[in-house]
């Protein structure tokens, strides 16, 4: 219990996500203008949206088929772990991640047909949950898992 305390006091926020993907561009024209997230930063390899005070960024790291990076970027972390591991190269035992981000939608169903009606790719439809919210889950072009969810 101590432990958890101590970490409580020395993590004060979420500061940033990190997804990874293979094509900037693409990238960036889903999270600003298909999702109208703010861009707050852009570089070749690393692009940073705020998310109600917390940065959403986007890194080329090599784990989504990418081979510009790792000629380019060794300061993210996972070009860092795979480098650590020796594996730079993209193939099936480099290290990756898999990660679900969740954003609350003011009215998920008006969200949903507005961002059906752009492309996005959603594979499942909107579901009324358990707990008593609605959730319905879509890809970005890395197929990186996203969910809108309303309580």
Not at 123 to 150: A, H, M, S, Y
Request: charged share 25%; glycine share 4%.
């Amino acid at each position: 219990m101590l432990r958890i305390q101590k970490l409580i006091q020395l993590i004060s926020k979420l500061n940033c996500i990190e997804l990874p993907i293979s094509d900037m561009k693409k990238s960036i024209d889903f999270y600003e203008n298909i999702l109208g997230l703010k861009k707050t930063y852009e570089h070749p390899t690393w692009t940073s949206f705020d998310l109600g005070g917390v940065s959403l960024a986007l890194a080329v790291s090599g784990t989504k088929n990418s081979k510009k990076t790792t000629e380019t970027c060794k300061s993210c972390s996972f070009c860092v772990l795979r480098f650590a591991e020796s594996k730079m190269a993209y193939n099936k035992e480099a290290p990756t991640a898999t990660s679900v981000i969740y954003f609350e939608a003011n009215n998920l169903e008006d969200e949903y047909r507005e961002l059906k009606e752009k492309g996005v790719n959603f594979i499942t439809e909107p579901k009324e949950q358990e707990w008593g919210g609605k959730t319905v889950v879509f890809l970005d072009p890395d197929k990186n898992i996203l969910v809108l969810t309303q309580q």
